[in-house]
């Protein structure tokens, strides 16, 4: 297994009075995802490259957005189920959480080209916010561990920066100074009584209780800004303005006790606990094209750049560790070193850049859409995750410590990540004014070890109905996750983290209506 830089730890390296907590799974969180779409676009596994006609079109290929020749108000309201299975070290647990969701929702203005001299033949603009990923979740494993220890992220830490005992009680409010102040790690001595290194008192060897709680919830947004043009029902264009709207935060817990409850080790538990907020929004754009060249056939192309996001983190953490007769139960808190704020760190990422190609066969495909007998389609997404990138905010450009460090993050992607394919498939079912939908999708692994088993599989499907210029749809997603979650990571062993499975059931209900 590739070893990850300790820079990686979600929230644990910092330095007063700005907090340094990004890490390699911000990158992920931002860029792996299923998204939503509306409860017809969620039924046929998430295929939008090609179909058009649905306002999801103006986050996947804005040029769908040329089949309308009516103005449409949508709203997609969502109800998403996480149910997590997770094994760490051979102990297995589980957890669950639930809460709504948003599907595209938006509104469509669209009309027909009257003077007759234009080559175009109709227009589009839409404006639509969709929710691409949901943060909302429980995570939650524990386990027996005699190889690695918490702690040792702290002493990497220290050594590396070679901190004197100055820098150890005051540098790192967020992480290493919280231990050192409890004694959770202490100085060992070298000749004439110097300072030779640090120790952790946790006894790693005989077995430590270990136990991962976090809540996470929020999600990232987007706000589209859509224009698209029809040419003769043949070609269709079409491009958007993205606003991507970021809010994410996480109440973490983590502890780790003594198993053999020897009060004469000099330890006996510590818990740390953390709670980290991140927002931002940014702008990125969204290019595709449509093309029948048939009646029944349809290809399409869409190409979505990096997004560009401005993001600012907000942190803060307390330490209690009870060392027994070396110290006892001490407690520190980052408010107690950072005259009662929050850290806060601003800078910027870079998103991967996308491609979609899709393809689509239309049932009689005729003008009148009440008379169509359904289709199928498919695509193919490649996401370019190794593409990420942090940059060091304007107000900290001139700072080397901050530029540094994420040169070294942008070398882990780089080292860590891979670029990988996406494939949706689905299909509908028409009755006259009654639709009967299926589909499928697989979500390939962003990480290039394969020892992290990570995919995301979907099975979907859903029924809707239209008539008179109103339209209403259901649908129900399940996706079934693989993932790695690691409780802390270090350079210089092997990290250990909970395999995780389980599923998330997402229902989406639209609401739509022409005029």
Same mark, same amino acid.
């Given at each position: 297994?590739?070893?990850?830089?300790?820079?990686?730890?979600?929230?644990?390296?910092?330095?007063?009075?700005?907090?340094?907590?990004?890490?390699?799974?911000?990158?992920?969180?931002?860029?792996?995802?299923?998204?939503?779409?509306?409860?017809?676009?969620?039924?046929?596994?998430?295929?939008?490259?090609?179909?058009?006609?649905?306002?999801?079109?103006?986050?996947?290929?804005?040029?769908?957005?040329?089949?309308?020749?009516?103005?449409?108000?949508?709203?997609?309201?969502?109800?998403?189920?996480?149910?997590?299975?997770?094994?760490?070290?051979?102990? @297995? !647990?589980? *957890?669950?959480?639930? $809460?709504?969701?948003? +599907?595209?929702?938006? &509104? %469509?203005?669209?009309? /027909?080209?009257? =003077?007759?001299?234009?080559?175009?033949?109709?227009?589009?603009?839409?404006?639509?916010?969709?929710?691409?990923?949901?943060?909302?979740?429980?995570?939650?494993?524990?386990?027996?561990?005699?190889?690695?220890?918490?702690?040792?992220?702290?002493?990497?830490?220290?050594?590396?920066?070679?901190?004197?005992?100055?820098?150890?009680?005051?540098?790192?409010?967020?992480?290493?100074?919280?231990?050192?102040?409890?004694?959770?790690? @202490? !100085?060992? *001595?070298?000749?004439? $009584?110097?300072?030779? +290194?640090?120790?952790? &008192? %946790?006894?790693?060897? /005989?077995?430590? =209780?270990?136990?991962?709680?976090?809540?996470?919830?929020?999600?990232?947004?987007?706000?589209?800004?859509?224009?698209?043009?029809?040419?003769?029902?043949?070609?269709?264009?079409?491009?958007?303005?993205?606003?991507?709207?970021?809010?994410?935060?996480?109440?973490?817990?983590?502890?780790?006790?003594?198993?053999?409850?020897?009060?004469?080790?000099?330890?006996?538990?510590?818990?740390?606990?953390?709670?980290?907020?991140?927002?931002?929004?940014?702008?990125?754009?969204?290019?595709?094209?449509?093309?029948?060249?048939?009646?029944?056939?349809?290809?399409?192309?869409?190409?979505?750049?990096?997004?560009?996001?401005?993001?600012?983190?907000?942190?803060?953490?307390?330490?209690?560790?009870?060392?027994?007769?070396?110290?006892?139960?001490?407690?520190?808190?980052?408010?107690?070193?950072?005259?009662?704020?929050?850290?806060?760190?601003?800078?910027?990422?870079?998103?991967?850049?996308?491609?979609?190609?899709?393809?689509?066969?239309?049932?009689?495909?005729?003008?009148?859409?009440?008379?169509?007998?359904?289709?199928?389609?498919?695509?193919?997404?490649?996401?370019?995750?190794?593409?990420?990138?942090?940059?060091?905010?304007?107000?900290?450009?001139?700072?080397?410590?901050?530029?540094?460090?994420?040169?070294?993050?942008?070398?882990?992607?780089?080292?860590?990540?891979?670029?990988?394919?996406?494939?949706?498939?689905?299909?509908?079912?028409?009755?006259?004014?009654?639709?009967?939908?299926?589909?499928?999708?697989?979500?390939?692994?962003?990480?290039?070890?394969?020892?992290?088993?990570?995919?995301?599989?979907?099975?979907?499907?859903?029924?809707?109905?239209?008539?008179?210029?109103?339209?209403?749809?259901?649908?129900?997603?399940?996706?079934?996750?693989?993932?790695?979650?690691?409780?802390?990571?270090?350079?210089?062993?092997?990290?250990?983290?909970?395999?995780?499975?389980?599923?998330?059931?997402?229902?989406?209900?639209?609401?739509?209506?022409?005029?």
């Amino acid at each position: 297994m590739k070893k990850y830089f300790s820079l990686f730890i979600s929230g644990l390296a910092f330095f007063a009075p700005t907090a340094k907590s990004q890490t390699i799974d911000e990158a992920i969180r931002l860029s792996w995802f299923t998204p939503n779409g509306t409860a017809r676009n969620m039924a046929v596994g998430g295929v939008m490259g090609s179909l058009g006609g649905d306002i999801t079109a103006n986050h996947v290929n804005p040029a769908g957005i040329g089949l309308y020749k009516t103005r449409e108000l949508v709203l997609s309201p969502g109800f998403i189920s996480n149910n997590n299975k997770f094994n760490y070290r051979g102990n @297995d !647990t589980s *957890s669950k959480r639930s $809460g709504f969701g948003l +599907g595209t929702s938006g &509104l %469509v203005l669209a009309g /027909s080209n009257k =003077n007759g001299y234009s080559k175009w033949t109709s227009s589009a603009f839409a404006i639509s916010v969709n929710q691409l990923a949901n943060y909302n979740n429980q995570v939650s494993f524990r386990g027996l561990n005699n190889f690695s220890s918490f702690t040792e992220k702290y002493l990497e830490e220290l050594t590396r920066d070679r901190a004197d005992t100055n820098a150890a009680l005051s540098n790192y409010i967020f992480g290493s100074s919280l231990a050192f102040r409890t004694f959770l790690i @202490d !100085t060992l *001595s070298g000749p004439g $009584g110097s300072v030779a +290194g640090y120790q952790s &008192l %946790v006894p790693i060897s /005989s077995g430590i =209780n270990q136990m991962y709680n976090a809540r996470t919830s929020g999600g990232y947004s987007e706000v589209a800004l859509g224009l698209a043009g029809n040419m003769a029902d043949k070609l269709y264009v079409g491009g958007s303005l993205v606003i991507p709207i970021i809010k994410y935060s996480r109440e973490l817990f983590y502890s780790e006790r003594d198993a053999t409850n020897d009060p004469g080790n000099q330890f006996s538990f510590f818990e740390f606990r953390e709670t980290y907020t991140s927002q931002g929004a940014g702008i990125g754009l969204k290019l595709g094209t449509m093309y029948k060249p048939s009646d029944y056939v349809r290809v399409g192309f869409a190409f979505h750049s990096p997004q560009f996001i401005s993001m600012t983190d907000r942190i803060r953490a307390s330490l209690i560790a009870d060392t027994e007769g070396y110290a006892g139960r001490r407690s520190e808190s980052s408010d107690n070193l950072n005259n009662g704020q929050a850290g806060r760190s601003k800078y910027t990422i870079t998103t991967p850049w996308r491609a979609i190609g899709s393809f689509s066969i239309v049932l009689r495909e005729v003008s009148d859409t009440r008379l169509q007998k359904g289709f199928i389609s498919a695509d193919l997404e490649y996401v370019h995750y190794k593409g990420a990138r942090f940059a060091v905010a304007s107000e900290n450009a001139f700072d080397a410590g901050f530029r540094n460090y994420y040169a070294a993050l942008n070398e882990a992607i780089v080292d860590n990540l891979k670029g990988n394919i996406n494939a949706r498939i689905g299909g509908e079912l028409k009755f006259h004014t009654i639709m009967f939908r299926l589909g499928a999708a697989y979500y390939g692994s962003p990480y290039q070890d394969e020892a992290i088993q990570a995919s995301r599989v979907i099975g979907s499907g859903g029924i809707g109905y239209r008539n008179k210029g109103i339209f209403i749809d259901l649908s129900y997603s399940h996706i079934m996750n693989k993932d790695a979650v690691f409780a802390y990571r270090l350079n210089d062993k092997p990290n250990t983290f909970a395999n995780q499975t389980g599923n998330r059931g997402n229902m989406m209900l639209t609401f739509g209506f022409k005029f």
